[in-house]
């Protein structure tokens, strides 16, 4: 790990005024689950580390008029034990669920699973996001088991966000802060597939500071599914977070969104076009997963994920509409 300077500052604005105009002179510390190794292993190699661990007015979770308000600080374990979260974002509950690790519940934040950077090996090694060596495509070429099956663009990872495709189906608004003022981003538009390993695969300044989530609680019936390799401490292979707006027993809109399949959290309108309209059944849930996975484009050694992502969504519809298959 190179040498670089700390700060622990108690407020955001102090935060703020200590961030650079470049990803190289500072670099946020919350929970640090994910910072750490990065550090270690020099893929990141900034020059302050700015530990906003201490500032109040980034923690917490609380009903406001416009949602669920969920601190940037607040940790996974504490989104999982959440009743506000339980009672209207069941779908945020089992995403929280699927962090296995006790260890990572605790220290790990939902801003900084939100931002956490790809699990990409090939990025973690140092190639950069779009995992290219001496003019060589190391992802197509390579070990691409766990790799992304949807996306036309260049980055073959996948978003380690465990939040993010709930967040998207749920229409829940990111909020920004810099020394400047303050943005808000639709969680759909925070995830960004990069052309260049120059980019960020979230819509995040060098001098800004993710703060706060707010989720709109609309009544719909939602859920998570994941499919994973083991239940111990891993990543998931697929995910699909659903929420549904039903008109008695029939589906009158759908937001379908899949996790771990794309750079980005994937939303399948072709999966809600299937669902609307129809009662939730086992037949209709799995005809909306076939759908959702119809443009997929595996790479060599991925074509599994096809059939995983299709299961995925048919059990978050099934779970979102309490249907037992």
Not at 5 to 32: F, I, Q, R
Not at 153 to 169: E, H, I, N, W
Not at 265 to 275: D, G, H, L, N, Y
Not at 302 to 316: E, M, T
């Amino acid at each position: 790990m190179q040498p670089f300077e700390y700060a622990s500052p108690k407020t955001l604005k102090e935060a703020l005024a200590l961030l650079g105009s470049s990803w190289n002179d500072a670099a946020v510390l919350a929970g640090g689950t994910d910072l750490i190794s990065l550090m270690k292993d020099e893929v990141m190699t900034p020059k302050r580390v700015v530990n906003i661990k201490d500032i109040a007015e980034l923690k917490g979770i609380t009903k406001t008029a416009a949602g669920i308000r969920i601190g940037a600080l607040a940790t996974v374990d504490e989104v999982l034990s959440s009743p506000l979260i339980r009672a209207s974002l069941p779908a945020l509950t089992e995403a929280a669920r699927g962090v296995a690790s006790p260890q990572i519940r605790n220290m790990g934040t939902f801003g900084g699973d939100l931002c956490q950077r790809p699990r990409c090996w090939y990025f973690r090694a140092g190639f950069g996001l779009i995992a290219r060596h001496q003019g060589k495509d190391l992802v197509a070429e390579g070990d691409n088991r766990f790799h992304a099956i949807f996306g036309s663009g260049p980055a073959k990872f996948v978003s380690a966000s465990s939040f993010g495709p709930a967040l998207v189906a749920l229409g829940g608004k990111i909020r920004i802060a810099s020394a400047t003022g303050t943005r808000e981003v639709d969680a759909a538009k925070f995830f960004v597939a990069p052309a260049s390993s120059d980019m960020r695969e979230v819509d995040l300044k060098p001098n800004e500071i993710l703060t706060e989530v707010i989720v709109p609680v609309t009544g719909a019936k939602n859920a998570t599914y994941e499919v994973r390799q083991k239940e111990a401490l891993d990543w998931p292979l697929a995910t699909a977070s659903v929420a549904l707006t039903m008109k008695g027993t029939t589906v009158a809109s759908a937001r379908i969104v899949l996790g771990h399949v794309a750079p980005t959290p994937w939303v399948s309108e072709a999966a809600a076009r299937a669902i609307e309209g129809k009662a939730v059944t086992a037949e209709t849930a799995e005809a909306a997963g076939k759908a959702a996975v119809a443009d997929a484009r595996p790479l060599s050694m991925n074509s599994y994920k096809v059939q995983i992502a299709a299961a995925a969504v048919k059990r978050a519809l099934l779970a979102a509409a309490g249907v037992k298959a």
